[in-house]
């Protein structure tokens, strides 16, 4: 998802105790399928209660969500709205993957070859509107704000960002950094030791911070040149150009300084190319929200996890306990929690 441009990028590795008191912006969907893809049982299906309803996105924001407001983090979280036109191609690609993926899954696990199963299992995560309606209720339950972005929850995050109304975005992707975001935290909800894909190894993954005029200055391109060197490599809304890596693409930018000079060079061409530009430079934003964190509602968490979906109700609780001892109610500040 997103755009490869990772490799280039300053990353500064911290640990929660540094997010203290900061809010953080976090990107729903990008979560969401983090969950879903990891939080799963050993044969590599998601966790489901006994109607079949899927439930690994609910115990990813019970549990973690519990752990950054423990730690001290604001979180709230921001969902995509309408998707531009531009990245239908993008759409119908990973549902083509997800579904191709399910089938194999299906037939590695007759195969009884685990962890093909698990692999593929993981690539046939979809949000779908229930995961995302049954996320809002848990979240306005635990006490924890969302915002419904106009069009890419990335770019609403990114303009709260340079508003002021949230410190940094919580994402895995990197385009939150094309459509201007200062700060982006990765690794937030996801941290712990994970197994290498097809690899008997496990690794500790931290969170990291990526400031975007650090990276910037290091590379020696504007923010503009950041966006024509994603355009080369490929984006949600481009495929970008063959057998360019993003080595190549931060070499081309810096030798012909656009992504214009670039094509004519290359005599090559990207599909409505000031469209794309200019969703990134100026996508749909809102200022149609309000952040607020509030204690949550113990007894509507529990009908919603133990009574709904079969959550077991002495770890909910206890969980419960530990978010209401570490979060309060009022306007979102810097300075504290409230």
């Known amino acids: 998802m997103g755009t490869d ?127 995302v309606e049954d996320s809002k209720k848990l979240l306005d339950a635990m006490g924890i704000p969302f915002v419904d972005a106009p069009s890419e929850g990335e770019a609403q995050a990114a303009y709260m960002v340079r508003k002021g109304d949230a410190d940094l975005i919580g994402s895995q992707d990197y385009d939150s950094l094309l459509f201007g975001a200062p700060s982006v935290v990765r690794n937030l909800t996801v941290s712990g030791r994970r197994k290498l894909p097809g690899k008997n190894i496990y690794v500790d993954v931290k969170p990291e911070i990526i400031d975007l005029e650090e990276s910037l200055t290091e590379l020696g391109i504007s923010h503009e040149q950041l966006i024509d ?43 409505k190319l000031e469209s794309i530009k200019g969703f990134f430079t100026d996508p749909p934003v809102s200022d149609d929200y309000e952040l607020k964190w509030s204690k949550p509602k113990i007894e509507t968490v529990i009908d919603l996890l133990c009574t709904e979906h079969d959550f077991s109700n002495a770890r909910v609780t206890k969980a419960l306990e530990r978010l209401e001892a570490s979060s309060g109610g009022g306007q979102s500040t810097l300075d504290k929690w409230f």
């Open 5 to 131: 441009i990772g490799d280039l990028l300053k990353k500064r590795p911290v640990e929660l105790p540094d997010l203290t008191a900061r809010v953080v912006a976090i990107d729903a969907y990008n979560t969401l399928y983090q969950f879903l893809s990891i939080i799963r049982q050993r044969d590599g299906t998601p966790l489901k209660d006994s109607s079949g309803n899927i439930t690994s996105h609910l115990s990813g924001i019970l549990y973690r969500m519990t752990n950054l407001v423990e730690a001290g983090v604001k979180p709230v979280f921001v969902f995509d709205g309408k998707p531009p036109e531009l990245k239908s191609g993008t759409i119908e690609k990973r549902s083509q993957i997800r579904e191709s993926a399910k089938i194999k899954a299906t037939e590695a696990r007759e195969k009884g070859l685990a962890e093909e199963a698990y692999k593929y299992a993981q690539a046939s995560s979809k949000v779908d509107a229930t995961i």
């Open 229 to 271: 060197l994603a355009l080369c490599v490929g984006t949600d809304y481009n495929s970008g150009l063959e057998k360019v890596g993003p080595k190549t693409a931060l070499k081309l930018v810096k030798e012909h300084g656009s992504i214009e000079n670039i094509l004519d060079a290359k005599k090559a061409e990207i599909d």
